[in-house]
C-alpha cells in the first residue's frame, strides 16, 4: 500500500470511528441490524459446526458474533470503534456468551494467523472499507481450506443510474461510506480474492426516508430530499418510491454472499 493509500484509509478511518462512535448505542436495537431472519442467514451461510473458531469483521455491537456463538467453539468481534466494542460486550455480558471476545483492529490488517479460522463473517460494514480487495484478501489469508465466508451488505443494483444514486444518497447519510457493490462486482472481487462463491442472495427494503436522514447535517439532508424527488419516473418506479404516514419510502437494495475457501 503506498503512503497516499494508507492516508486515505487513516482518514477514512477516522471519519468512521467519530460517526460510529456517535451512533454506537442507535445499533444496539436498530431493527435492521438486529434483525432475526438475516442473523439466522449468515448463522446458515457460515455452518458453524461444534469446534470451529469464527472472526465477525466489522462486528459493530456485537450482533453477528453473539449469534454464531451457540454453535461453535468461539468467536472473535473485531471493530476499528471502541465506542461500539463497548456497547458489544455489555451485550455479551447480558447473554452471558463466555466463547465471545472483542479486538480492536483494521479490516484491511486482520491480526489473525494464516489460515487459523473456519469462519468469517461480515455484516454491514464491507461498503466502509477503504479498500475492499485488500479486505477480501485478508479475509481469504485467514481461513483454512474449506473455511466459510459469510456477508451480508448494502448492495447496488445493476443498473448504472440507480447504482450511482444510492451511493450518493448513502454517502450523504454517512461520510464513512466507501461503495455499496452491485452482486455481479461481489461475485468478481471474491474470485479474484481466491474465493469459490456459492451464492448471491438478493433482497431489498422499501424504508422510509428518515432512515437516511437521522443523525444528519441539514444540508446533507436537503440534498438527499432533492435527490429522491428528482428522480426520473422510471427510477422512482424501479425503486418503488411511495408516500405511506406522510412521509417518503424508497427501496434500499441488500444482499447474502456466501463463498469457501477450495
Known amino acids: 500500500m503506498s503512503s497516499n493509500d494508507t492516508s486515505n484509509a487513516d482518514t477514512v478511518g477516522a471519519r468512521a470511528r467519530e460517526i460510529f462512535g456517535r451512533r454506537a448505542a442507535y445499533y444496539v436495537t436498530s431493527a435492521v441490524h438486529t434483525d432475526p431472519q438475516v442473523l439466522a442467514r449468515i448463522v446458515e451461510l457460515a455452518a458453524p459446526e461444534a469446534d470451529d473458531l469464527a472472526l465477525d469483521i466489522g462486528t459493530g455491537t456485537g450482533h453477528t458474533a453473539l449469534a454464531l456463538a451457540p454453535q461453535l467453539g468461539a468467536v ?17 455480558a447480558l447473554r452471558g ?18 489460515a487459523s479460522l ?3 463473517a461480515c455484516r454491514r ?11 477480501l484478501r485478508e479475509m481469504r489469508r485467514v ?26 444518497i448513502d454517502l450523504l447519510h454517512d461520510h464513512s461510506h466507501i461503495r455499496e457493490y452491485r452482486p455481479s462486482e461481489w461475485v468478481a472481487m471474491l474470485e479474484k480474492a481466491g474465493f469459490v462463491v456459492d451464492s448471491v442472495e438478493v433482497y431489498i427494503l422499501n424504508r422510509p426516508i428518515s432512515s437516511m436522514t437521522e443523525d444528519v447535517a441539514p444540508d446533507d439532508v436537503a440534498r438527499i430530499y432533492a435527490l429522491v424527488e428528482s428522480m426520473t ?4 418506479e424501479a425503486l418503488h418510491v411511495g408516500q405511506r404516514h406522510g412521509t417518503i419510502y424508497f427501496d434500499h437494495h441488500y444482499l447474502l454472499v456466501g463463498a469457501h475457501v477450495a
Open 97 to 114: 456468551a463466555d466463547n465471545v471476545a472483542w479486538v480492536l483492529a483494521d479490516a484491511q490488517a486482520l491480526p489473525v494467523a494464516d
Open 233 to 236: 419516473p422510471e427510477q422512482a
Open 143 to 168: 481461513l483454512k481450506p474449506g473455511g466459510r465466508l459469510a456477508i451480508d451488505d448494502r448492495g447496488a443494483p445493476e443498473e448504472p443510474d440507480l447504482d450511482a444514486l444510492l451511493n450518493e
Open 76 to 92: 472473535l468481534g473485531l471493530d476499528l470503534t471502541p465506542e461500539m466494542l463497548d456497547e458489544a460486550e455489555s451485550l455479551r
Open 118 to 120: 473456519d469462519i468469517v
Open 125 to 135: 460494514a464491507a461498503h466502509h472499507f477503504p479498500d475492499i480487495a485488500i479486505s
